[in-house]
């Protein structure tokens, strides 16, 4: 990586936070309705539900694959996102799988296929010829919100078209849900159904034409608003506005989901290129850090796994990315961002002092009713920790950066986030040099995300339209920071 000098911006001061937990160490509506299928017919329109119209909305982006929070309830509650990485069903005769997190599945004419024309994200997907089918043999018990659905042709296969369904008996009755989509892209894209269902619901996915054609679907995201909608918090997928770098299976731009946020871990540097994860006071509580920095596992293989012995000595503190603050709802959660995914080597000065109050500050705006999506990240090499300047510590295996990166999107608490975005919408940016001996001032670091992105290439606020995203992008906050 090229060498980077921070251009340090002075705009505002700022009245310190408390350190709580700092670490040390285009869219289309849909006017169709349900329609009930019945079995190897014509399917039948104008079913409704209840007596009345139920219309769903869906949305078109290219986001990268999301991850819904588990904590310790179950995800026929809570919501989750299905990757299939954690099966195996390699015949197209109908048969089920069990898969964690969701639970069990479906499949006819239908399989999990990790060839190189399979695509997907990580190592497997669910490849459908035919008029395969892919359901969920379990309820979501309270309903959900919206389902996620990422799909692309398999392979250089011709056109298909599929459809989402529904069934509010246990299987017994699907109905179509939304208008039928066409899959004729090689990349994967993802649509997203506004369901708004109450009631005990399962789901799938039926192809209805294109015969032999396959299509490979990844990454379904159940999402069910935890906290009854409305003005309250609540926790929302960690990747709304898209995967900065398209990560997926490259082993420097490797996707790694969590629970509580996802990332693209970069196996030459030992640490993640990003993190992204969302910010409500629904995250957080009164749960101690557990200070259990562990190695992550979740990693193939034959990628370099750091521990936190590799820290030890360096001079640079083990830094989250994701701060353990912004996770202290639930023990579960405060653990998860102890991975050593989620750290990176920080200079002591940096990481608690002016890193620590900006993401109090960012806490501190969730008190006032507020929402953030947040994406932080590294770029560079060398920085100064108490030990003097590195390139690396741990005999090379972890690259030192030479600034930390952060980007928040603010939102009032609410639904809908992208749709809610306006060229008013408050997003604060900083680059901060990974260096002792810094201003103290957070504020002094402001930059645009225009600038992040040109040092970085990636695109991190993709799924804004694009005459909102280059208005954000290429202004600096001036609102006040106290």
């Known amino acids: 990586m090229k060498y980077f000098t921070p251009n340090y911006l002075s705009l505002f001061a700022l009245l310190s936070f408390l350190l709580i937990g700092c670490s040390t160490d285009e869219y289309y509506t849909d006017s169709s309705v349900y329609e009930e299928i019945p079995i190897e017919e014509t399917p039948i329109e104008g079913i409704t539900m209840n007596g009345e119209l139920n219309v769903p909305t869906y949305y078109y982006d290219n986001q990268g694959p999301h991850k819904h929070k588990a904590y310790n309830l179950t995800a026929k509650t809570v919501g989750f996102t299905e990757t299939f990485e954690s099966g195996a069903k390699g015949s197209y005769a109908a048969g089920s ?3 964690s997190p969701s639970g069990d599945w479906y499949l006819e004419d239908a399989l999990l296929g990790s060839l190189a024309n399979d695509r997907k994200f990580g190592s497997k997907s669910v490849r459908i010829r035919n008029n395969g089918k892919l359901t969920m043999s379990f309820n979501m018990e309270n309903g ?15 056109a298909s078209n599929w459809r989402l369904v529904a069934s509010y008996d246990d299987g017994a009755t699907w ?20 369901v708004n269902d109450t009631q005990s619901v399962r789901y799938g996915i039926f192809k209805i034409s294109g015969g032999s054609n ?23 997928s960690n990747l709304t506005f898209g995967n900065p770098s398209d990560a997926a299976s490259s082993i420097d731009n490797y996707f790694l989901s969590k629970p509580d946020f996802s990332l693209s871990y970069n196996n030459s540097n030992g640490t993640a290129n990003w993190v992204s994860w969302h910010l409500s006071t629904a995250w957080t509580g009164t749960t101690s850090r557990c200070n259990c920095f562990k190695s992550d596992t979740t990693l193939p ?3 370099f796994r750091a521990t936190t012995s590799d820290y030890t000595n360096s001079g640079f503190d083990r830094g989250h990315l994701c701060p353990s603050a912004d996770r202290n709802g639930s023990e579960d959660s405060n653990e998860n961002t102890y991975y050593m995914t989620n750290i990176a080597p920080q200079a002591p000065d940096n990481n608690r002092r002016s890193w620590a109050n900006f993401e109090s500050y960012l806490r501190s705006l969730t008190l006032d009713g507020n929402e953030v999506h947040i994406i932080t990240g590294v770029f560079g090499t060398g920085g100064t920790g108490s030990n003097g300047s590195a390139n690396t510590i741990s005999n090379g295996e972890i690259n030192v950066p030479d600034a930390f990166w952060k980007v928040a999107l603010v939102l009032p608490n609410g639904t809908n986030d992208i749709q809610r975005v306006t060229t008013s919408t408050r997003v604060i940016a900083v680059l901060v040099p990974n260096d002792q001996n810094i201003d103290t001032d957070w504020t002094q670091f402001k930059t645009t995300v225009d600038a992040i992105e040109n040092l970085t290439g990636y695109d991190l606020l993709e799924n804004i339209p694009d005459a909102i995203e280059s208005t954000l992008e290429s202004t600096i906050d001036t609102e006040p920071s106290v």
């Open 214 to 236: 396959r299509i490979n679907i990844d990454n379904i995201e159940v999402e069910v608003n935890t906290s009854g909608g409305g003005n309250n918090p609540s926790m929302d």
């Open 175 to 194: 109905y179509y849900v939304g208008d039928v989509i066409t899959t004729n892209s090689t990349t994967l894209n993802t649509v997203t159904f506004e």
């Open 301 to 303: 293989a034959t990628f």
């Open 144 to 158: 959900a919100t919206s389902v996620l659905v990422r799909h692309a042709a398999y392979g250089s296969n011709g």
């Open 97 to 99: 799988v069990s898969l």
